[in-house]
């Protein structure tokens, strides 16, 4: 088992930001991120986070049930925990608890669409395979059928599904999970605007990039269709779409 840094009172100032179990979360999490323990490392028992960390146990349990949900720490039932070997899930948690715990605004989620999905296009049109652009292919089909019917929630489904392939086809798990994530985010706050052609015509001209294996065509018509996306949800009066 792991002791604490020789020094601790380098990184092991008493805790007063915030409530004690958040601040205790922070700083488990940053002696994690700076090596005090390493992927593997079984941490102390309780009893000696408590008394090193100047706070209860219960708040030690709780802040290590927190880290254990993100991806920090593996429970190993009896034996306490131990610190995640580093996987791409960690990151992926990580990001989700951050998003979960924070303001959830519609600009701040389309910026961080701008920096990620125009790359995963550009990404995909190089490694794409044949299935894929099929499967592309149905879902602006589905896209134009559900759009003609006036069915706003399948439409978004279409939509979602051609996104969420699209990022897949990318070959980056990563990248592609933290897509999955913005698009749950944003789910509930999409707005369908009077009328569906121009995005449709967008969603065209990102496959035809793709297939044409065009990464920078890829990544500019991604980029602008995004941008498209917010303009009409300002001009459609929704500050969330």
Known sequence: MMSLDPDPSRLLAPLTRKTVTEALIERIAELIAEGIWS????????????TTFNV???????????????????SQSYKGYRVSSGS????????SWAISLGRRDYHELTQ???????ALAALAAQHCTDDTLARLDACMQRMEQTAAAGEDQEYLYADRDFHVILAEASGNKVLFRITVLLRDFLWKQLHIPQSTRPSLDEHEAVLLAVKRRDPLAARETMEKHIQHIAERQANAGSTSG
Do not use: C, Q, W
Not at 39 to 50: I, S
Not at 56 to 74: D, F, I, Q, S
Not at 88 to 95: G, K
């Open 56 to 74: 209860g146990r219960t708040t030690v349990r709780e802040a290590l049930k927190v880290l254990n949900y993100m991806g920090y720490l593996e």
């Open 112 to 118: 961080a669409r701008l920096l990620i999905e125009p």
């Open 88 to 95: 791409s899930e960690f990151l992926v948690r990580a990001i």
């Open 39 to 50: 992927p593997g490392d079984v941490l102390p028992h309780e009893n000696e986070l408590a």
